[in-house]
C-alpha cells in the first residue's frame, strides 16, 4: 500500500522555522519526484518544491527560494522541507505528492503525481 504521511506542520510566529517531513512506503523511492504542494483557504494548489531522489534535482517556487530547502533521505525514503523567515501568507495546508518517472519535463506537471498524502497545517502569525 502507498503511503505518504507529512508531519512537522503547527503554529510559528512569522521569521520563525518549521520542518516538514513527507515519509514514503510503498512504492520505489528512487523511482519518484516527491512533490511539497499547499493550499490556502479560498485559493488554488501551488506547487512550491520538489525533488528528484535519483537525480538530485530541485525546483522551487519563486516566492519561496532562498527561504525554503527540499531535501531527502533515500535510506529513510523520507523528505524534508526546511521553512525559514516564514510569513503569513505561508499560511496554508501543505500536502506532499509522488510522481513516477518518466516525467514530461521538469518540474513534473501536478497531473503527474500519483499519490498524495493526506496534509499538514501550518499558520504563521503575524
Known amino acids: 500500500e502507498v503511503q505518504l504521511v507529512e508531519s512537522g506542520g503547527g503554529l510559528v510566529q512569522a521569521g520563525g522555522s518549521l520542518r516538514l517531513s513527507c515519509a514514503a512506503s510503498?512504492?520505489?523511492?528512487?523511482?519518484?519526484?516527491i512533490g511539497w504542494f499547499r493550499q490556502a483557504p479560498g485559493k488554488e494548489r501551488e506547487r512550491i518544491s520538489c525533488?528528484?531522489?535519483?537525480?538530485?534535482?530541485?525546483y522551487y517556487r519563486g516566492s519561496v527560494k532562498g527561504r525554503f530547502t527540499i531535501s531527502s533521505d533515500n535510506a529513510k525514503n523520507t523528505v524534508y522541507l526546511q521553512m525559514n523567515s516564514l510569513k503569513p501568507e505561508d499560511t496554508a495546508v501543505y500536502y506532499c505528492?509522488?510522481?513516477?518517472?518518466?516525467?514530461?519535463?521538469?518540474?513534473?506537471?501536478?497531473?503527474?503525481?500519483?499519490?498524495w498524502g493526506q496534509g499538514t497545517q501550518v499558520t504563521v502569525s503575524s
Open positions: 505528492a509522488a510522481g513516477g518517472w518518466p516525467w514530461s519535463t521538469w518540474p513534473p506537471p501536478d497531473r503527474e503525481y500519483d499519490y
Open positions: 510503498g512504492f520505489t523511492f528512487d523511482d519518484y519526484a
Open positions: 525533488i528528484s531522489s535519483r537525480s538530485g534535482s530541485t
